[in-house]
């Protein structure tokens, strides 16, 4: 019993020797392993903001009845394209056209009532001339003829009305353009108090894409745009691009030419509007789309997002010391359009080692062993 004892006390001794050992080399620090890094260099970059936008024809016309009428005929379909002074609805009234054949009438009575009264003044004259008649009846026929010529100018007047009227029974396309719907069939009864206009017809030889930007960005843009006034600024604005609803680039430049004076109270936003030429007509009102400004930067270091870490809201890198300890430094950025860099535009400078590999695994302090990289190697590799 005794030499078991002994044996237990002698195996316990040596696991708690194996123990120890390993807690021992569990300690010892890992040695230094090679982290990739990317030199900063600073120069010019191109980025874009982009803005949600709505279109519309430099010119949505509706179409609405001045008389009352049933809607005869339709000239047009939804969709189509039409020219200015293009006949589009034809209306049916029957009180209209009777009363130009009504005002006809009163015109050709009124006309043979000036021959009549001509008639007179011709035949008094040569009798008061000869004193065979006093000068009285021919005041009297020439005041006939005045009155009889009033009332034809009057009843020529009331023709001209009707006949105004019964055109209205005709309504014309005001500009060349698009057909809207066409919310009434033939048959409908309409009036000039009808809700719906009978369609609208939109000028879409050129676009307006409507967007809105904050105080801020109105305040940037304005600072930046070269120019002596507001009306410069906004000439010399730079061409905009917009991004069509399938994500392709409308292949027309457009050109920014109006910002509102008002910031509007509800959203904090001012209104702008780019013109934007379609003479292919592809764009119509009413589309959504994106505005794509250019936003050109100076002095900027472009590093990629995989580079960084985030911290509080705070967006922070891995420098490289002189004795390959590294720091985190917290950085500035911008998003860039390839979504896979940032435009750093503060807290690096030129010539700094930027870590761009393993970033999770760091901590200040920690010694690496640098491998110099490129930029686009480093975004290949992500």
């Keep these: 019993m005794r030499n078991i004892a002994i044996s237990f ?33 600073s120069g010019p970059a191109e980025n874009w903001t982009q803005y949600p936008a709505r279109l519309e024809g430099i010119q949505n016309v509706e179409i609405r009845p001045k008389i009352d009428g049933f809607v005869e005929k339709i000239y047009v379909d939804e969709g189509s394209s039409v020219n200015q002074g293009q006949l589009l609805f034809l209306l049916r009234n029957p009180q209209y056209e009777q009363a130009v054949l009504a005002a006809q009438a009163t015109v050709n009575s009124a006309r043979a009532a000036v021959a009549n009264a001509q008639m007179q003044v011709t035949k008094t004259k040569p009798l008061v001339d000869k004193k065979i008649i006093s000068a009285y009846e021919l005041q009297a026929a ?17 023709l001209a009305n009707a006949q105004v009227n019964q055109g209205y029974t005709k309504l014309y396309s005001p500009v060349s353009g698009v057909v809207g719907t066409l919310p009434y ?28 930007i904050n105080e801020k960005q109105q305040l940037e843009f304005f600072k930046h745009a070269p120019g002596a006034s507001i009306e410069e600024k906004i000439k010399n604005s730079p061409l905009v691009d917009l991004i069509l609803a399938d ?26 509007r780019a013109t934007f030429p379609n003479p292919n007509g592809i764009l119509r009102s009413g589309y959504s789309a994106t505005i794509q400004l250019a936003n050109n930067l100076e002095n900027v270091i472009i590093i990629p997002q995989a580079a960084t870490y985030e911290l509080q809201g705070k967006v922070f890198v891995y420098v490289i010391g002189t004795d390959n300890k590294v720091k985190s430094v917290e950085i500035k950025v911008e998003d860039m359009p390839d979504g896979l860099t940032y435009a750093v535009t503060s807290g690096l400078k030129d010539g700094d080692k930027v870590v761009v590999e393993g970033v999770g695994l760091l901590k200040d302090g920690t010694v690496v062993i640098p491998k110099e990289t490129t930029l686009q190697n480093a975004i290949n590799k992500k």
């Design 247 to 272: 994500g392709t680039k409308y292949n027309q430049k457009g050109k920014i030419e109006s910002i509102s004076g008002l910031v509007d109270p509800n959203t904090g936003s001012f209104s702008i």
């Design 185 to 212: 069939k033939t048959g409908s009864y309409i009036s000039a108090n009808t809700a719906q206009p009978l369609t609208t017809v939109s000028n879409i030889s050129k676009i307006f894409a409507y967007f809105s």
């Design 9 to 41: 006390f002698v195996v316990l001794g040596l696991l708690s020797g194996c123990s120890k050992s390993e807690n021992k080399d569990e300690k010892k620090e890992l040695p230094p392993q090679p982290y990739q890094y990317i030199v900063a260099k």
């Design 142 to 158: 020439e005041l006939a003829l005045q009155a009889a010529k009033a009332s034809l100018a009057e009843s020529q007047a009331q």
